[in-house]
């Protein structure tokens, strides 16, 4: 089964920051990676799939990148209204599986 | 617009049995697998099964394997979720989510449903 870890777990940073978040697939995952985004007391919704293609809608903001095992999932200039746990997915192979999720504040 | 509803939820001791339900509108149904995902309150998200379009591929995660059984009626645009020998640590929010293709795998999850919660206590 494939593990997903993402990292790191929760940050804070400050409006206009560019943030970071990281996943990491156990084994070769080509580009079927999906992120997706939790706001408080919201369901998810999906931000970016193979690996970085953005869903229709979503900020240019918000930006992936990686393949294979390494992905990125990057916000250029951080808003309010991005407070939310981002979530990382693998699409490959069953099991289906998660990351832990990155909490993501305003400092 | 798409839309899924999921029913079926409800506090239940551990052992018994729940059938969750997920009602389909705004798409073609038989065009998508769908996917149970629960989410313990506060906590991640967790993959529990997905149903290709045609019922032909059927995927579960370890911890329900043997005790949750997955089915859809494409006539009803309906999915269910049968759930056996229920345990505390099931206790969760269980999300209705459309594929985004026929397949179980290589299709990303696109929209949830509002999600059902189910409390397996005594």
């Known amino acids: 089964d494939i593990q997903m870890t993402q990292s790191p777990s929760s940050l804070s940073a400050s409006t206009g920051d560019r943030v970071t978040i990281t996943c990491r697939a156990s084994?070769?995952?080509?580009?079927?990676l999906a992120w997706y985004q939790q706001k408080p007391g919201k369901v998810p919704k999906v931000l970016i799939y193979?690996?970085?293609t953005l869903q229709s809608g979503v900020p240019s903001r918000f930006s992936g990148s990686g393949s294979g095992t390494d992905f990125t999932l990057t916000i250029s200039s951080l808003q309010p209204e991005d407070v939310a746990t981002y979530y990382c997915?693998?699409?490959?192979?069953?099991?289906?599986?998660f990351g832990g999720g990155t909490k993501v504040e305003i400092k | 617009e798409v839309q899924l509803v999921e029913s079926g939820g409800g506090l239940v001791q551990p052992g018994r049995s729940l059938r969750l339900s997920c009602a389909a509108s705004?798409?073609?149904?038989?065009?998508?697998?769908i996917h149970w995902v629960r989410q313990t309150p506060g906590k991640g998200l967790e993959w529990v099964s997905g149903?290709?379009?045609?019922?032909?591929?059927?995927d579960y995660a370890d911890s329900v394997k043997g005790r949750f059984s997955i089915s859809r009626d494409n006539a009803k645009n309906s999915l269910y979720l049968q759930m056996n020998n229920l345990r505390p640590e099931d206790t969760a929010f269980y999300y209705c989510?459309?594929?985004?293709?026929?397949?179980?795998?290589?299709?990303?999850?696109?929209?949830w449903g509002q999600g059902t919660l189910v409390t397996v206590s005594s």
């Open positions: 989510v459309r594929a985004s293709g026929m397949a179980t795998t290589f299709t990303w999850f696109d929209p």
């Open positions: 705004g798409f073609t149904f038989d065009d998508y697998a």
């Open positions: 149903i290709s379009w045609n019922s032909g591929r059927i």
């Open positions: 084994q070769g995952i080509s580009n079927y």
């Open positions: 193979a690996a970085s």
């Open positions: 997915q693998q699409y490959n192979s069953a099991p289906l599986a």
